[in-house]
Each structure stands twice: as structure tokens, then as C-alpha cells.
């Protein structure tokens, strides 16, 4: 019952959004801003569900044993995350592949990994660096690559306000880190032109 009473937003945190909203200058109780706090808190349980989720348990059950031996690559995965450092939100696209080495894991898990690292505070760097570990312990394959493409409003809205600057983060582990011919492979195989 008190897991469920945290989700709808009671104990401290609305009281903090309402004392905040205060701080801030606003009148807390007029009538826009009334069930804010309540807002708020759930907005960002949501957010930030990716501390309460465990990886290794969502794998579980999803790495089978298959001879197949060639890149397998998942692109345009859909990443929103929160910054650290300004708590302003992140987001673009993930891509991902991973070459086996007797095993293959199930496709949709790809993106579910990507969803539990994203939702949490984080950095780019940090967050490319640890899906990559992951799928690298749980399949133990032969290589495996994560690019990831984002716009910070942190940059785009306050700082140097630069709207259109992308980061590009990415990790090479294994074959992608050893073998120019698999990193090539991989990022002309997910090299994308956006449109305008």
C-alpha cells in the first residue's frame, strides 16, 4: 500500500514541488497550479523509474542459445532522460548492435535495457557506457556497439542556448573496438539523414 501511495504522489515530495513553486515566486494555491505538486511528483516517479527496475531480472529469461553469428542491430530506439546537472530533460535516438557469440537475446529486451539506464538522472556518456556493459555481460558476445544521438534542453533552452547542437555519444566494445571493418559496418548501417 505505501509503494502504491509513493506513485500518486503522497508523502514529501508534492509538499517540496509546493515550497519550490513558492520559492519561485508563484502563488502555489491559485488555480493552475493547485494540483501541481501532485503532478510533479508523479511526472517524475516516472521519470525516474528506471532506479526501481532491475536489468538482470528483465533479461532473465530472454538470451537463447543460436549459432547465428553476424551483426544484429537495432536503431531509432527513442531515449528521454533527465539530466543530472540540471534535471532538464534529454532525448533522441539510440542505436544498438551486438554480434553473437552463441547466443542472441530477444529483440524488444534491446530497447527495454535502453528505457531502464535512460530513465534515471544521467549523462549521455555514462548512459551509452552502460547499456553497452550490460548486453556485453549478459550475452557475452563477440562485440557490441551503442551510438546514441540527443538534444539537451539543458543547452537548447538555458547556458548557450544552441537549439540544433546534437551530442553523439557512442561505446565500442569487443570486435567494434578491435576491427575497423565491424565499426564501419555498423555505423554506415545506421547513419541516418535527417530531415529538416
Do not use: W
Not at 534542453?153 to 557512442?170: E, N, Q
Amino acid at each position: 500500500m505505501a509503494k502504491k501511495t509513493e506513485m500518486q504522489g503522497g508523502g514529501r515530495f508534492p509538499s517540496l514541488v509546493k515550497e519550490m513553486l513558492t520559492l519561485l515566486g508563484e502563488d502555489p494555491c491559485r488555480e493552475g497550479l493547485q494540483r501541481t505538486p501532485d503532478r510533479v511528483s508523479r511526472s517524475l516517479q516516472d521519470l525516474t523509474k528506471g532506479y526501481k527496475e532491475d536489468v538482470k531480472e528483465i533479461l532473465a529469461h530472454a538470451v537463447f542459445k543460436e549459432p547465428y553469428d553476424e551483426m544484429v542491430i537495432v536503431k531509432d530506439i527513442e531515449i528521454f532522460s533527465l539530466c543530472e546537472h540540471h534535471l532538464l530533460p534529454f532525448y533522441g535516438k539510440a542505436h544498438i548492435a551486438y554480434i553473437p557469440n552463441g547466443k542472441i537475446i530477444g529483440l524488444s529486451k534491446i530497447p527495454r535495457v535502453v528505457e531502464v539506464f535512460s530513465r534515471r538522472l544521467q549523462v549521455q556518456e555514462r548512459l551509452t557506457t552502460q547499456i553497452a556493459e550490460c548486453l556485453m555481460d549478459a550475452l557475452k558476445p563477440k562485440g557490441v556497439a551503442v551510438v546514441i544521438e540527443a538534444l539537451h534542453l539543458c543547452m537548447s533552452m538555458r547556458g548557450v542556448k544552441k537549439a540544433d547542437a546534437y551530442t553523439i555519444t557512442s561505446a565500442m566494445l569487443g570486435a567494434f573496438r578491435k576491427d575497423a571493418r565491424s565499426r564501419s559496418e555498423f555505423l554506415s548501417l545506421i547513419r541516418l539523414k535527417r530531415e529538416e
